[in-house]
């Protein structure tokens, strides 16, 4: 069976958000459709929002989407091939990842590997993992959605510069070895020695 590398034809390319994850409280989907609902005002050009995972939308979101009237912008693809979840990355105008609580993110340094640009929830834990970003403008409240509404205006405003940088700095994260997570660990226990 041939795996589709395209992106389903309702969706404009370069024209929306990805989020891949699991309909999950924590993960905070509600954020992104009342951001939605925000950037698209007066807007001709709207943006879409493509969500990938799990096909049932919970009856919390669904009526949201359609209190919002967003509904003509929301994609939810259920579970789709690899060959496709890379062409979704390859074709999105950013990868947003508006979490409340995460150990780390992988779906942001996979669209980094696609060559698409990311915007995090700032959260301890992800501003951790994306330290070699040296990019204020990716993080956003994720209680907040026009803090979400900036960043993506601040992204459209100079998306191929901010890319190359973010770029960079996924780059600079590769390089990193374990060595150097065993010193930074080794300067944290003497700190706390220190400390006492």
Same mark, same amino acid.
Request: with cysteine; aromatic share 10%.
């Given at each position: 069976?041939?795996?589709?590398?395209? !992106? %389903? @034809?309702? !969706? %404009? *390319?370069?024209?929306?958000?990805?989020? *891949?994850?699991?309909?999950?409280?924590?993960?905070?989907?509600?954020?992104?459709?009342s951001?939605?609902?925000?950037?698209n005002?007066?807007?001709?050009d709207?943006?879409?929002?493509v969500f990938?995972? /799990?096909?049932?939308? %919970?009856?919390?979101?669904?009526?949201?989407?359609?209190?919002?009237?967003?509904?003509? &912008?929301?994609?939810?693809?259920?579970?789709?091939? +690899? =060959?496709?979840?890379?062409? $979704?990355?390859r074709?999105?105008?950013?990868?947003?990842?508006? =979490?409340?609580y @995460?150990?780390?993110?992988?779906p $942001?340094?996979e669209a980094l590997?696609?060559? #698409?640009? /990311?915007?995090?929830?700032? !959260? %301890? =834990?992800? +501003?951790?993992? $994306?330290?070699?970003?040296?990019?204020?403008?990716?993080?956003?409240?994720?209680? #907040?959605?026009?803090?979400?509404?900036?960043?993506?205006?601040?992204?459209?405003?100079?998306?191929?510069?901010?890319?190359?940088?973010? $770029?960079?700095g996924f @780059?600079?994260?590769?390089? +990193?070895? &374990?060595?150097?997570?065993?010193?930074q660990w #080794? @300067?944290?226990?003497?700190?706390?020695?220190?400390?006492?």
């Amino acid at each position: 069976v041939k795996q589709s590398t395209s !992106i %389903p @034809e309702q !969706i %404009p *390319p370069k024209r929306y958000l990805l989020y *891949p994850a699991a309909f999950r409280s924590y993960k905070n989907h509600a954020l992104l459709l009342s951001a939605l609902s925000v950037l698209n005002q007066n807007r001709k050009d709207p943006y879409h929002l493509v969500f990938t995972g /799990i096909t049932s939308t %919970p009856e919390n979101l669904q009526k949201l989407i359609h209190d919002l009237a967003i509904s003509p &912008w929301v994609h939810v693809l259920g579970k789709v091939s +690899r =060959s496709q979840l890379q062409a $979704l990355y390859r074709q999105a105008f950013a990868t947003a990842v508006p =979490s409340l609580y @995460e150990q780390g993110s992988f779906p $942001l340094m996979e669209a980094l590997s696609f060559g #698409c640009p /990311i915007l995090s929830s700032d !959260i %301890p =834990s992800l +501003r951790e993992q $994306l330290s070699a970003m040296h990019d204020e403008d990716l993080f956003f409240d994720p209680h #907040c959605s026009n803090s979400f509404v900036q960043a993506v205006e601040k992204l459209q405003a100079n998306r191929d510069t901010r890319l190359a940088d973010q $770029l960079a700095g996924f @780059e600079r994260m590769k390089q +990193r070895t &374990w060595s150097d997570a065993a010193q930074q660990w #080794c @300067e944290v226990f003497h700190q706390a020695l220190e400390g006492t």
